[in-house]
């Protein structure tokens, strides 16, 4: 497959256990991901390769927690990451969306524990769901692949360029001007406000992954500021 010689593959089977890691599970995620993005015209912003590297950023998560995490816990963390945007409101009806993603999973192999886990993360990690409703109290031992998916989900959204792409999408007569006055909005009441709310206070063990990216993303914003 094109996947085996993709950098997210690669850079998958660097950071992944190959030895105990059913790669066919991931390089299936990958093509289910890029195959309904292209049925939900999914753009950039969103696609499989944001969705491949927020599954990248769960492992570093893991390795960051100095935590003994099991191998089941791991394939869901990567399964809800190649399937988080593909219910997205924003793109399709959710319920629709939900249902095409369960019915793939129950193809894969994994227990019906794993794939109810997956629908749970994905269906409730939202930056507007957790705003709106908190973090779900009934996820038991998925604890934690919950919040390294949420997290790493979150990770991404310090791409200024990404953000710029989103906005395009959704709103392709705006002015450049205007595109990146919704691209800083978005930054300063919600990007550059998730790290002290949404992130360390659950995974202090994430401050050297994304106090970087805070501040480059900071610095961007403040010089965007400038010309608009």
């Not at 998958?12 to 991931?26: D, E, G, H």
């Not at 491949?52 to 950023?57: D, E, P, Q, T």
């Amino acid at each position: 497959m094109i996947f085996r010689n993709s950098f997210h593959f690669q850079t998958m089977k660097r950071i992944l256990p190959s030895a105990s890691v059913p790669q066919n599970i991931f390089e299936n995620a990958f093509a289910f991901c890029a195959s309904t993005c292209r049925a939900q015209r999914i753009d950039t912003s969103h696609d499989e390769h944001h969705m491949a590297r927020v599954a990248c950023m769960t492992e570093r998560l893991n390795i960051a927690s100095g935590r003994e995490i099991g191998q089941d816990e791991k394939d869901v963390m990567i399964l809800a990451a190649f399937t988080h945007d593909l219910c997205d409101h924003k793109y399709t009806d959710v319920a629709t969306g939900l249902a095409h993603i369960e019915t793939w999973l129950k193809s894969q192999p994994i227990s019906d524990d794993q794939r109810h886990a997956v629908c749970r993360i994905i269906s409730t990690m939202s930056y507007s769901k957790v705003k709106a409703y908190g973090y779900p109290t009934d996820l038991g031992k998925w604890r934690l692949a919950y919040h390294h998916t949420r997290i790493a989900d979150l990770i991404d959204a310090y791409d200024i360029d990404r953000c710029y792409q989103y906005q395009s999408h959704k709103h392709p007569d705006m002015t450049e001007v205007d595109k990146w006055r919704a691209v800083i909005d978005l930054f300063e009441h919600r990007v550059l406000t998730q790290k002290d709310e949404f992130i360390l206070p659950v995974a202090p063990y994430a401050a050297d992954i994304v106090e970087p990216r805070h501040t480059v993303a900071q610095w961007g914003i403040g010089e965007f500021k400038k010309l608009v």
